[in-house]
T-cell receptor, first 112, second 114 residues
Framework: NAGVTQTPKFQVLKTGQSMTLQCAQD?????MYWYRQDPGMGLRLIYY???????DKGEVPNGYNVSRLNKREFSLRLESAAPSQTSVYFC???????????FGSGTRLTVV | QKEVEQNSGPLSVPEGAIASLNCTYS??????FFWYRQYSGKSPELIMF????GDKEDGRFTAQLNKASQYVSLLIRDSQPSDSATYLC??????????????FGKGTKLSVKP
C-alpha cells in the first residue's frame, strides 16, 4: 500500500521556468491538499480539493495552479518559478472531514 | 485569524523522562485534534488524534484535551533518543469556506539526551 506518492523528490529550476508537481493517493480519499513548509513558517496551505471536481485556494495560492485530475491525482503547477517558491512541498490526503491527513514524502524545490 | 500556537523549543529532556508538549488554539468550535511527528528531512507522520475532552493513551503517548481552555497536549513517557523530532499540533477549524481544513502549529522541537 503506497499511500500518497509525490514526484519528483528533488528539483532545481531557474527563475521563470515552469514545472508540475505530481501527487497520487491509492487510499480512495476524497480530499487532497498541497502545502509548503519553510523554516520558521510552518506548514502553509496552498490549494486544496475537498472532493473530485472541486479546488479551492488556501493561505498562499499566488503563483500556483492546481488540477484534480481524478479522485487519485492532484497536481500543483508553477507557471513561472520565482526564488520565493524555494521550499519543501507536501501533498496530503484524507478520507473525510475530522480525520487526519496522510502526507506524501515531499518535494524539495530550489529556484535559482 | 485562526491560529494554533506551540512553543518552538527546543525542549530537551533526558532519556527515560516524560516529555510534555503543549498547544493552544483559537477556534472554540474545533472538534478534532492531531499530533504529528516530523523527523528532520521527512514528512509529518500522524501519531495521535483526540476528539473528546480528557486523556487518550496509546503506548508511551498520551494526548490530553481541554476544550474549555482551548488546550491540547502530548505526553511522551519513557522518552527515547528516537523520539527526537519536531512535533506538530493540528486542529480542524471551520472558517470561510474551508470545510474543516487542518491548521498546523509551527511545531516544537524535542531533543532526548542519552
Amino acid at each position: 500500500n503506497a499511500g500518497v506518492t509525490q514526484t519528483p523528490k528533488f528539483q532545481v529550476l531557474k527563475t521563470g521556468q515552469s514545472m508540475t508537481l505530481q501527487c497520487a493517493q491509492d487510499m480512495n480519499h476524497n480530499s487532497m491538499y498541497w502545502y509548503r513548509q519553510d523554516p520558521g513558517m510552518g506548514l502553509r496551505l496552498i490549494y486544496y480539493s475537498a472532493s473530485e471536481g472541486t479546488t479551492d485556494k488556501g493561505e498562499v495560492p499566488n503563483g500556483y495552479n492546481v488540477s484534480r485530475l481524478n479522485k487519485r491525482e492532484f497536481s500543483l503547477r508553477l507557471e513561472s518559478a520565482a526564488p520565493s517558491q524555494t521550499s519543501v512541498y507536501f501533498c496530503a490526503s484524507r478520507e473525510q472531514t475530522n480525520y487526519g491527513y496522510t502526507f506524501g514524502s515531499g518535494t524539495r524545490l530550489t529556484v535559482v | 485569524q485562526k491560529e494554533v500556537e506551540q512553543n518552538s523549543g527546543p525542549l530537551s529532556v533526558p532519556e527515560g523522562a516524560i516529555a510534555s508538549l503543549n498547544c493552544t488554539y483559537s477556534d472554540r468550535g474545533s472538534q478534532s485534534f492531531f499530533w504529528y511527528r516530523q523527523y528532520s528531512g521527512k514528512s509529518p507522520e500522524l501519531i495521535m488524534f483526540i476528539y473528546s475532552n480528557g486523556d487518550k493513551e496509546d503506548g508511551r503517548f498520551t494526548a490530553q484535551l481541554n476544550k474549555a481552555s482551548q488546550y491540547v497536549s502530548l505526553l511522551i513517557r519513557d522518552s527515547q533518543p528516537s523520539d527526537s523530532a519536531t512535533y506538530l499540533c493540528a486542529v480542524n477549524m471551520n472558517y470561510g469556506g474551508s470545510q474543516g481544513n487542518l491548521i498546523f502549529g509551527k511545531g516544537t522541537k524535542l531533543s532526548v539526551k542519552p
